[in-house]
């Protein structure tokens, strides 16, 4: 794995050893499940689980229109590239799209789409309610992509499928 924390720590119940560059550093399973139990809003928790679940940038999440989410086949489709969703997004999508449609937008406002240092607000303040620590969007990812990489070490047979956007399938 490229990035890793420095020294040993403990993500996903396996011990890891390396350096990650300073301003980078992986979430654990636990803050993960923290953050997203603390989460009041829908729209707040799709936000985190989009970046979280998916491995989306913050870019990528803000644009995302409606008509890019495939709940059925449980997909979502960013240019030609189509990303596998986790059963608990699609869930949690299936009920927002059934109350909640304020633009095209999935994570919008009634002015359109989210601005960017909204998103970042929002995924900071949640993340010093619930663990104490700020994060950002590429914490998210960024943890998100490793955990998978470790999944993949350990027992590959329990990947699905995900694309970033370079085209790289990870599985």
């Known amino acids: 794995m490229k990035n890793k924390r420095e020294g040993n720590n403990l993500i996903n119940g396996m011990i890891i050893e390396g350096d990650v560059p300073k301003n980078k550093f992986l979430l654990s399973e636990e803050e993960i499940h923290s953050i997203l139990r603390y989460t009041k809003k829908i729209k707040h928790r799709i936000l985190i689980e989009l970046i979280y679940g998916c491995g989306l940038s913050l ?3 803000l644009n995302l229109k409606y008509s890019d989410i495939d709940l059925i ?12 969703m986790p059963l608990r997004l ?16 999935v994570i919008g406002t009634k002015y359109g789409k989210l601005a960017k240092k909204a998103a970042e607000k929002i995924i900071e303040t949640i993340s010093l ?3 104490n620590k700020a994060i950002n969007s ?3 990812r960024e943890s998100s ?9 350990s027992k590959p047979e329990n990947c699905l499928p995900i694309f970033n956007f370079s085209g790289r399938q990870f599985s």
């Open 138 to 140: 590429d914490d998210l």
């Open 129 to 131: 309610q619930s663990i």
């Open 145 to 153: 992509l490793s955990q998978h990489d470790l999944l993949l070490e």
């Open 73 to 84: 086949n449980g997909e979502i489709k960013i240019k030609e590239i189509r990303i596998l």
């Open 90 to 105: 699609i869930n949690l999508l299936r009920y927002y799209f059934s109350c909640e449609k304020i633009n095209d937008y």
């Open 59 to 61: 870019n990528n999440v």
